[in-house]
Nanobody
Framework: QVQLVESSGGLVQAGGSLRLSCAVS????????MGWFRQAPGKEREFVAA????????YYGDPVKGRFTISGDNAKNTLFLQMNNLKPEDTAVYYC??????????????????WGQGTQVTVSS
């Protein structure tokens, strides 16, 4: 069973930066898609970004394009989300997710089989 543990959320002022980490462990996941989703209070969970662990192709949701960067460190089995120029509307609980079925359509959370516990990101204005 793949396990995901997020870290490095926190409070930051608008315009600032944060880098989220997600430690990945478990059986081989070389053909998985790894993704980040977020959920703000009172809103549905939304797609943020995804990366194909083997090959490195990346995908981004429109609200974060040009500001966020997803990457992975194969040697350390860690997924990252670098968030720059943060805005108050980026405030949410951020979740990392993984699964082979997500290769069909990276934006659909239902295709991800494994989820982390979430980490809070708060951006003050």
């Amino acid at each position: 069973q793949v396990q995901l543990v997020e870290s490095s959320g926190g409070l930051v002022q608008a315009g600032g930066s944060l880098r989220l980490s997600c430690a990945v462990s478990g059986p081989t996941f070389g053909d998985y898609v790894m993704g980040w989703f977020r959920q703000a209070p009172g809103k549905e969970r939304e797609f943020v970004a995804a990366i194909r662990w083997s090959g490195g192709s990346t995908y981004y949701g429109d609200p974060v394009k040009g500001r966020f960067t997803i990457s992975g460190d194969n040697a350390k089995n860690t997924l990252f989300l670098q968030m720059n120029n943060l805005k108050p509307e980026d405030t949410a609980v951020y979740y990392c997710a993984a699964g082979p079925r997500a290769a069909q359509a990276v934006v659909f959370e239902s295709l991800y089989d494994y989820w982390g516990q979430g980490t809070q990101v708060t951006v003050s204005s």
